[in-house]
């Protein structure tokens, strides 16, 4: 390898080492009413959503195809974001009471509601991806095209709730870990993973018809 394909390589790595450890950063300040009150689980449906504007930003940098900054990013997609968040949140904080009060009387019904908590957490993923790779598109249309995307790449799918999962559990348990150093790496995972079945969201007619859609790019 010559001197210039050298640079070149060590000038990528330290770019990518470089927008990991940013997004990390700014995620963590995006974040940080929810972080200082993570002791208090009642707060945690209410800023939840705060989760969702700061992924979408780091989602569009991980893309980079416009050279702007997080911050950017980020009030571009704070109202639809948030609105996803706090929907997402809503619905979950439903699922769960329901479970809680049914857990006895109607055993059955857990496993029903449980499916309905993934739905929810895999239609919110690929909207909030979408938000970051289409912008212009509506939320509505994002997650009416994103849950039959995100069940038809089900492989994908799974691999990046189990990823969620695993941030999840890093940031519980080893906090500095998580946040400093794990977190960007893995939601590019869950951001390339939903990048590549949202791909047949091309145009218009992939949100009017995404089964045609789809059938045109496979």
Do not use: K
């Amino acid at each position: 390898m010559n001197a210039a394909g050298r640079y070149e390589t060590w000038t990528g790595v330290i770019g990518t080492v470089w927008l990991f450890l940013s997004t990390n950063l700014f995620v963590v300040i995006a974040v940080l009413p929810f972080l200082l009150t993570a002791s208090t689980p009642r707060l945690w449906p209410v800023l939840a959503p705060l989760w969702a504007p700061a992924a979408v930003a780091a989602f569009a940098r991980f893309g980079g195809r416009e050279p702007v900054s997080f911050v950017h990013h980020w009030r571009r997609s704070l109202a639809p974001a948030l609105r996803t968040g706090a929907a997402a949140s809503f619905v979950l904080v439903v699922l769960a009471v329901d479970a809680h009060l049914l857990r006895n009387a109607m055993p059955a019904v857990i496993p029903l509601l449980a499916v309905l908590a993934l739905l929810v957490v895999i239609t919110t993923l690929h909207v909030l991806v979408g938000l970051a790779e289409h912008p212009g598109l509506r939320v509505r249309d994002l997650a009416r095209a994103g849950l039959y995307l995100g069940l038809r790449h089900w492989c994908l799918t799974g691999v990046s709730l189990l990823v969620l999962a695993l941030l999840g559990g890093a940031v519980v348990l080893r906090p500095a870990l998580g946040l400093g150093l794990a977190l960007a790496p893995l939601l590019y995972v869950v951001w390339a993973n939903c990048r590549y079945s949202l791909r047949a969201l091309s145009g218009t007619d992939a949100l009017r018809a995404p089964h045609r859609s789809i059938q045109r790019t496979s």
